[in-house]
């Protein structure tokens, strides 16, 4: 894990890393993956350091560096909380160089639920990250189960046929052994038979940008519509965001707002002005999905000098937009960045992210604000 070999090298060398010491954060939600209700009383747990090394990495820490309850289990330090009754949490995590990837360990013996961890989950400088919810399983549910979906055009919102999906097993499990793999068929719809537990879908084709989903098997329930969306390699200066969610609300609206030159005013790219990509704001609604899972893409053909900001809003269709699983995916200058929707929390307007030339600054608030 990268964090953990950054810290012991910069140890072992006797490196002074107490002024490149930052903070960041992981958050998320946890719900039983069969009633959706929200799971308090989970552990969450993150390894920071080898035990051995715990004396010094401390005395790096700057003295204003606050990190919460901190323990040593199987020869490593943790850092770690429980959710609460709404299933979320929250940890702050020490980070060097900027960014690290972590190891978010989940248990609930008490619960009757096996422990698992959330892999690669990528955590930078004071930025918080937000995480997919945990859909948790009971361990009393087993045995073979299906699994199936759409594979997804991000810019036409139709099902893409040849996309070739692998599964691997745990969650944000990016390489490693693959234990089942599948093909989507000419409607883009696909469909498999793993084991109860949770997966990790990798979706590929020749063209378009990789992605994955955390994806699950519950037995002999069957677990439908669990559809990826792969977006087209943008040509260089193009920008693409894409937007998907669940079920519920059924209706989640994509809102681009961006500089107008020689104007005060911004532009507003949005299902009743979708722009255009040749002409100005060179930025448009590719699809506008109102039926639930979306995809919603927009995408920016030529940027101009000034601050865009990308929003959701929930039009209709009932339940917490917060709980929808919202997830947007940003593909720019060769990056890719993806933002989870915070959890349990009222309101209807997303404020995802904003875009200034080459950065890419993460909001992630929820409220009943006009977009902006």
């Known amino acids: 894990m990268f964090v953990r070999s950054i810290s012991v090298l910069l140890c072992v060398l006797g490196l002074a890393v107490s002024s490149a010491f930052e903070l960041g954060s992981v958050s998320g939600a946890v719900k039983d993956a069969v009633s959706d209700a929200s799971l308090g009383g989970v552990e969450v747990k993150v390894p920071l350091w080898p035990v051995d090394e715990d004396r010094r990495m401390r005395a790096t820490l700057p003295a204003g560096l606050k990190l919460g309850a901190m ?45 698992i961890t959330m892999h690669n989950v990528d955590v930078r400088a004071n930025e918080q990250t937000i995480v997919e919810e945990l859909a948790y399983i009971d361990r009393s549910i087993g045995g073979p189960g299906v699994l199936s979906g759409l594979a997804k055009h991000a810019q036409t919102g139709r099902g893409e046929p040849g996309v070739l999906l692998h599964f691997r097993k745990g969650l944000r499990v990016h390489d490693g052994p693959v234990i089942g793999s599948v093909v989507s068929g000419t409607d883009g719809s696909w469909s498999i038979v793993l084991d109860a537990g949770s997966y990790t879908m990798q979706g590929s ?55 107008l030159p020689g104007s005060s005013e911004r532009f507003r790219v949005y299902f009743n002005a ?77 404020t995802v992210f904003e875009l200034n030339g080459n950065s890419i600054v993460p909001i992630n608030t929820i409220t009943n604000n006009q977009i902006q």
Not at 297 to 323: C, D, P, W
Request: charged content about 20%; cysteine-free; overall charge negative.
């Open 71 to 115: 323990r040593m289990t199987d020869d490593w330090v943790y850092t770690y909380t429980t959710t609460d009754g709404q299933g979320t949490y929250s940890l702050d995590l020490p980070l060097i160089a900027g960014a690290a990837d972590y190891d978010v360990e989940f248990s609930a013996p008490q619960l009757n639920y096996n422990p």
């Open 205 to 259: 084709k020749d063209g378009f940008v990789t992605d994955y989903r955390n994806v699950i098997s519950l037995g002999r329930n069957p677990v439908l519509n669990q559809d990826i969306s792969l977006t087209p390699i943008p040509p260089p200066g193009e920008t693409r965001i894409v937007l998907t969610w669940g079920l519920h609300p059924r209706d989640l609206d994509s809102h681009l707002t961006g500089p």
């Open 274 to 350: 979708r722009g255009s990509k040749v002409t100005y704001p060179f930025s448009d609604l590719d699809v506008d999905d109102t039926s639930s899972y979306g995809p919603e893409t927009t995408t920016i053909t030529r940027q101009a000098a000034g601050v865009y900001r990308f929003a959701v809003h929930h039009f209709s269709g009932e339940g917490l937009m917060s709980n929808s699983g919202a997830k947007v995916t940003v593909t720019h200058a060769g990056s890719y960045r993806e933002f989870h929707i915070p959890p349990r929390m009222p309101g209807t307007v997303w």
